[in-house]
């Protein structure tokens, strides 16, 4: 197992239990403008693109930046709205990213929220500085294009067969795989593991705290951790 340095963490269905209410959101956009709403499943299956072109796969149809334009606000006004009590943790979470930094890691989020969306929830949480890094859809390539983690693991100094994407979408597995990084599946967000097994993640999980076991069960990486801070 190689001795991970670096643990990059979507945020949306990994994280933060959100799912349903993107879900709804993008429901109720279409409402709004008066397209017809795709399945469930459907939206499930863009989580992790950025806005724009996750719109785009939704509704091919709309062509006009004047109409993407549209819904975009629609689907933002309405999360919003579902967001007034933000979206919790998962079960785990809180304890494992503490558990994580006190271990030595650098911690990061790769997500294709939008920097301003980003930055309300970890204000809300208290996280402002809780990341080493964070970096979002709207101020570089989108998901699957590895530029997100590149940027990442440049700013903190780590290749790339020490880093770990985890994430709950192809979009997440997919961007790992073309950065030269190993990454984590979890199956209790936006896709299904039998989905995400296809990408070949290194790990799949169906609960958070089973990242923290399978890290911690690795003997060499708890002496390294040590030796690092003797004398």
């Known amino acids: 197992m190689p001795d ?5 963490f979507d945020w949306d269905g990994t994280l933060v239990d959100s799912i349903g209410r993107i879900v709804e959101a ?4 279409a ?9 469930d499943a459907e939206v499930r299956g863009i989580i992790g693109l950025e806005l724009g072109h996750a ?15 549209v819904i975009r606000r629609a689907y933002s006004e309405q999360y919003l709205l579902l967001e007034r009590e933000p979206s919790p943790l998962f079960e785990g979470v809180k304890e494992s990213l503490e558990a994580f930094r006190e271990q030595g890691y650098h911690l990061a989020v790769a997500t294709g929220k939008g920097r301003n969306g980003l930055h309300r929830v970890l204000a809300d949480k208290g996280w402002l500085d809780y990341f080493d890094v964070t970096r979002c859809a709207d101020e570089t390539a989108g998901k699957p294009d590895p ?12 290749s790339p067969e020490r880093a770990l994407m985890v994430g709950d979408s192809t979009f997440d597995l997919l961007m790992a795989r073309n950065a030269g990084v190993d990454s984590v599946a979890v199956g209790y967000g936006a896709q299904p593991l039998s989905v995400l097994r296809e ?11 089973e990242l923290r076991t399978w890290l911690e069960s690795y003997p060499l990486r708890r002496e390294a951790k040590v030796s690092e801070h003797v004398g």
């Open 4 to 8: 991970y340095r670096l643990l990059i």
């Open 26 to 29: 993008m429901h109720r956009a």
């Open 31 to 39: 409402d709004v403008v008066g397209l017809v709403r795709c399945s």
């Open 55 to 69: 719109i785009q796969t939704l509704y091919p149809e709309l062509h006009e930046p004047a109409r993407l334009e």
């Open 147 to 158: 530029r997100m983690l590149h940027e990442i693991l440049a700013h903190c100094g780590v």
């Open 199 to 209: 990408c070949g993640p290194r790990l799949a999980i169906e609960q958070f705290n």
